[in-house]
Every structure is written in structure tokens, then in C-alpha cells.
């Protein structure tokens, strides 16, 4: 069974600054998919990037950059130059294809501060 | 890409009756997913929806208490059977990972 893990209930970080969200996740597949979802209050679900397990480059997008360490199973989301609109729950999730189901780990709560 | 809309989008309900939550997507997909959330929780997949077949539920859901359509390539139906305040969640639909519909609140009393 595949398992996803955010250790980190709640963050906070100033505006402008940059912050670095954890995940861990485990499973024996050998090819499959990490995301990371942001949900404000408004409950929707925005997919901020994603990156595939086969890919060794990180993915960027804009000003949110992924750390993905295969070996260790672990993929960080780092979102830099803060903005006051980043203030959501952040679900790290995984899947073996683009088209499967989801896990989702259990989300970090970050506060942006002036 | 693909937009996904749900209905309604929150409701109240008394305990002991059925709400059925409608997706409604702009292209055709082959599987749709239906998560919940508790309350403060992350997701939680209940079921996936072929179109043609029986739903697949996950360990924890059965039929009887959420039974799904799926008549065709474009929409979904999850019904919350004889609910009771447990039941009280976010439902929302999936197209894949990078579609999701804008979840339906429900609160039962």
C-alpha cells in the first residue's frame, strides 16, 4: 500500500521570504507521480506542479520548486518570494498514473505574515 | 484541459435521507473519482466510476451507502445514503489529477 506523509501540520512563513514544505511517501512501484495541491478556503483543489518518479530534474513552476529525493522517498515543496495569496492547506498526493486514483497525505496549514 | 462542475454545492440535511451530488465534466474522461473530507482531514477516494461498469469502492465504502453512476463519459452521480452527522463532509469530484470539481458541503443534522 502506498502511504503519503506531511510531518508538518502548520508553517508560517513572512511574506517574501521563502519556505520548504515535507513529504515523505512510500510505496514499491517503480513508476509514478508526486504532487503537490494547494486548497484555500474556497476548497478547490489547484494542482501547483507535479513530477514524475522517472524524471531526475526537479519541477519548477513560477515560484513554487520540488526537492525530490527518490532514494529517500522524500518530495519537498519550496515556494519562494512568498505572497500573501500562498496561504492554504497544502496536500502532498501521489499516484501510479496520470489517470489513477490519488493518496493524499494529511496537509500542512501555511500562514503567510507580513 | 477539463472543467469540472458540481451540484450542489452545499446542502443541509436531516439525518436518516439521501442526497445525490451531480459531476458534471466539459470533455469525456474514462475514470472519475470521488473523494471525501471529514472536517479539517485530507481526502479520502471513496470510490472510482467507469462509465460502463460497476463503481470500484475502497476499503471502508461500500454500495448500499454510496452508490455512483456513471451513464456516460461526461457524468458522475455519488449518493450519501441515509446520512448521518459522520456524513457531514466535503464531496468531491476528480477527473484525474489535475481536475477537480469544487466540492459539495454537507452538513447533516
Known amino acids: 500500500a502506498q502511504t503519503v506523509t506531511q510531518s508538518q501540520p502548520e508553517m508560517s512563513v513572512q511574506e517574501a521570504e521563502t519556505v520548504t514544505l515535507s513529504c515523505t511517501y512510500d510505496t514499491s512501484e517503480s513508476d509514478y507521480y508526486l504532487f503537490w495541491y494547494k486548497q484555500p478556503p474556497s476548497r478547490q483543489m489547484i494542482l501547483v506542479i507535479r513530477q514524475e518518479a522517472y524524471k531526475q530534474q526537479n519541477a519548477t513552476e513560477n515560484r513554487f520548486s520540488v526537492n525530490f529525493q527518490k532514494a529517500a522517498k522524500s518530495f519537498s515543496l519550496k515556494i519562494s518570494d512568498s505572497q500573501l495569496g500562498d496561504a492554504a492547506m497544502y496536500f502532498c498526493a501521489f499516484n501510479t498514473g496520470t489517470a489513477s486514483k490519488l493518496t493524499f497525505g494529511t496537509g500542512t496549514r501555511l500562514q503567510v505574515t507580513l | 484541459s477539463a472543467v469540472i462542475s458540481q451540484k450542489p454545492s452545499r446542502d443541509i440535511c436531516q439525518r436518516g435521507t439521501s442526497l445525490t451530488i451531480q459531476c458534471q465534466v466539459d470533455s469525456q474522461v474514462t475514470m472519475m473519482f470521488w473523494y471525501r473530507q471529514q472536517p479539517g482531514q485530507s481526502l479520502t477516494l471513496i470510490a472510482t466510476?467507469?462509465?460502463?461498469?460497476?463503481?470500484?469502492?475502497e476499503s471502508g465504502f461500500v454500495i448500499d451507502k454510496f452508490p455512483i453512476s456513471r451513464p456516460n463519459l461526461t457524468f458522475s452521480t455519488l449518493t450519501v445514503s441515509n446520512m448521518s452527522p459522520e456524513d457531514s463532509s466535503i464531496y468531491l469530484c476528480?477527473?484525474?489529477?489535475?481536475?477537480f470539481g469544487p466540492g459539495t458541503r454537507l452538513l447533516v443534522l
Open positions: 476528480s477527473a484525474g489529477a489535475q481536475y
Open positions: 466510476a467507469n462509465q460502463g461498469s460497476e463503481a470500484t469502492y
